[in-house]
């Protein structure tokens, strides 16, 4: 028997004992299977909502979404979401079904699901799995339950959670449920950007994300229309070996799986096609592509509803890519506090995975980074000066020297600036005298 937590087995157990058959079901059943850990528990039963309320009285429950049928019921601290057997309903605008309607046939809740290896369920009886889900996990195979048509038409979200897990799973798409999907793709248009988001998002972190996205590019293309001059676009240049959208992927393959970081890398040379020109000896150039990359992305990531502060993360990383870097106290100093910490280390990881995404990785290039990164280290080691906060003197200090309005922000900026760079100290004496020189007081 898989390794399923006892809290979770002894809620199944009690509303079988309670006489509605119950059992588990969905992500907690196939990565049993796959041994590897399981992250939520999903629990499917043919009592309605108001009985399990009833039969787990003395468990704290949340009633997170009785219409659909569903209570979170928590079992000594872990939260299982208990939903009542539902059959599938008539679909009519590729969302979700018209109605709810609960069944006490297992065999219909799990025809409703969406892959075989999502079908499967655990109950008193053991594994139960009528769509061929353990063959298809051997096979490692994603593979709809029923006509993968009808499936993907019923539910447009349905293409792209196909493919997150295939990415997720490393899993490969059955050769039906792959072609029906590149048909239905287009039909997430009918989809809510925030539940796009969520499976593109993990899509775009899950460990063969690389892979898919180079097997379906029409899927991102629908997402990010943005790229899709990108796809096959021969930069003509020694120093790539890959079109731009290729090159795009494998800069994404060689970042952490961060959700900013990736959709950065992925973006950060959409604005290349536009940018292109060629020079008398046939070699291609992209002139102040970068620019254009972040002007694209600014409306890519305002249609993924991301919050406004991962948005201006992104943009600055895109914008900034092809930042030279120079292994200097001075250079490091300025693009710490002009980025911050975290920008600062996340621009060094882009590039080198930029880099290592072309003809010849540059060696040297590399050296640069390292230097600069380990620089950068010890400087916030010796608690140098990057910040507006770290800063000797203050806004009070700038109006008391004579100072007003804009002309308080621009004269600490400069002085930071100066500071961070090491060309002043951050010095209380020193900066307020810079400051009423700076009044002509
Ligand atoms: P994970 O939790 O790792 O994302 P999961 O399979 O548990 O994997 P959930 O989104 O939690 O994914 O969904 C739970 C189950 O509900 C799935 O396993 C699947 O059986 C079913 N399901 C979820 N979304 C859909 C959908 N859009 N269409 C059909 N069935 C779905
Ligand atoms: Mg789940």
């Avoid at 975290?342 to 621009?347: A, I, K, N, R, S």
Wanted: hydrophobic residues 40%.
């Amino acid at each position: 028997m898989p390794d399923f937590d006892p809290r979770a087995l002894a809620v199944v157990e009690r509303l079988n004992t309670a006489g509605f058959r119950t059992v588990l079901v969905g992500g907690c059943v196939r990565d049993s299977l796959l041994s590897i850990p399981l992250h939520d528990y999903d629990i499917a039963t043919a009592a309605l909502p108001q009985q399990v309320l009833e039969i787990c009285a003395d468990l704290r429950c949340v009633e997170t979404g009785l219409k659909h049928g569903t209570v979170t019921v928590l079992s000594g601290g872990l939260p299982l979401e208990v939903t009542t057997f539902r059959k599938e309903g008539d679909y009519t605008d590729h969302r979700r079904p018209d109605k709810v309607t609960f069944t006490d046939d297992l065999s219909l809740d799990l025809a409703r699901r969406d892959f075989t290896i999502n079908a499967m369920a655990w109950g008193q009886e053991g594994l139960i799995d009528l769509f061929g889900g353990c063959a298809d996990l051997e096979d490692r195979l994603i593979r709809c339950v029923g006509d993968p048509d009808r499936r993907f038409s019923e539910d447009a979200l349905r293409p792209l959670r196909g493919l997150r897990l295939a990415a997720q799973l490393d899993f490969s798409l059955e050769e039906h449920t792959a072609a029906a999907l590149r048909r239905h793709i287009p039909e997430l248009r009918y989809v809510a950007w925030e539940r796009i988001t969520t499976e593109f998002l993990r899509l775009l972190c899950s460990p063969a994300a690389p892979r898919v996205l180079l097997e379906f590019p029409e899927a991102v293309v629908q997402i990010l229309p943005e790229l899709a001059p990108s796809v096959g676009f021969d930069q003509r240049n020694p120093h790539h070996c890959y079109d731009v959208y290729t090159h795009s992927v494998k800069t994404l393959a060689n970042v952490p799986p961060d959700p900013a970081l990736r959709l950065a890398a992925l973006l950060h040379d959409v604005g290349k096609p536009p940018a292109f020109t060629l020079d008398e000896e046939g070699i291609g150039h992209f002139y102040g592509h970068p620019k254009i990359s972040a002007m694209l992305s600014e409306k890519a990531l305002g249609r993924l509803r991301l919050d406004k502060a991962t948005q201006e993360r992104i943009l600055t990383l895109i914008a900034r890519h092809d930042l030279p870097v120079e292994p200097t106290r001075r250079w490091v100093g300025r693009w710490l506090s002009r980025l911050g910490e975290e920008v600062f280390f996340d621009l060094m990881a882009l590039k080198r995975a930029d880099g290592l995404a072309c003809a010849l990785p540059g060696g040297e290039r590399e050296q640069i980074r390292s230097q600069a990164e380990q620089l950068a280290r010890t400087m916030i080691a010796e608690q140098a000066c990057f910040t507006m906060k770290d800063l000797a003197v203050n806004g009070h200090d700038a109006k008391k020297a004579g100072l007003h309005g804009p002309e308080i922000g621009a004269a600490l900026r400069s002085l930071l600036d100066q500071v961070a760079q090491g060309e002043l100290p951050n010095d209380r004496d020193v900066l307020l005298t810079k400051l009423s020189q700076k009044s002509g007081a």
